[in-house]
Nanobody, 126 residues
Framework: QVQLVESGGGLVQAGGSLRLSCAAS????????MGWLRQTPGKEREFVSA????????SYADSVKGRFTISRDNAKNTVYLQINSLKPEDTAVYYC???????????????????WGQGTQVTVSS
């Protein structure tokens, strides 16, 4: 139903900023709860953030609160992750994901999504 393509990753010095984008195919984007997760080699995939269909509800992992901001533009079928004050421990592959008619709180716990992007690499140098 939906294909996700991430962009915006790169190499950034600690303290810098990045904005990740996730472009979705289709015209039913507003029915999906959207989220971002990240993963480093040898570690479990970590929930980062999620946003409800209308953008009114959001959820963040404790490790990124105050530094990351998730947003969406349903007219453009795009979800964003603004990342500020980057730390070396933020280095990971960041994945965009979608859940049809999902709940933000539930997804934050279960990490159960219907669709996943290919990921974009974020590398933070110290």
């Amino acid at each position: 139903q939906v294909q996700l393509v991430e962009s915006g990753g790169g190499l950034v010095q600690a303290g810098g900023s990045l904005r990740l984008s996730c472009a979705a195919s289709g015209r039913t984007f507003s029915f999906y709860t959207m989220g971002w997760l990240r993963q480093t080699p040898g570690k479990e995939r970590e929930f980062v953030s999620a946003i409800s269909w209308n953008g009114r509800s959001t959820s963040y992992a404790d490790s990124v609160k105050g530094r990351f901001t998730i947003s969406r533009d349903n007219a453009k079928n795009t979800v964003y992750l603004q990342i500020n004050s980057l730390k070396p421990e933020d280095t990971a592959v960041y994945y965009c994901a979608a859940k049809y008619l999902g709940g933000v709180a539930t997804i934050a716990t279960t990490k159960a999504f219907d669709y996943w992007g290919q990921g974009t690499q974020v590398t933070v140098s110290s």
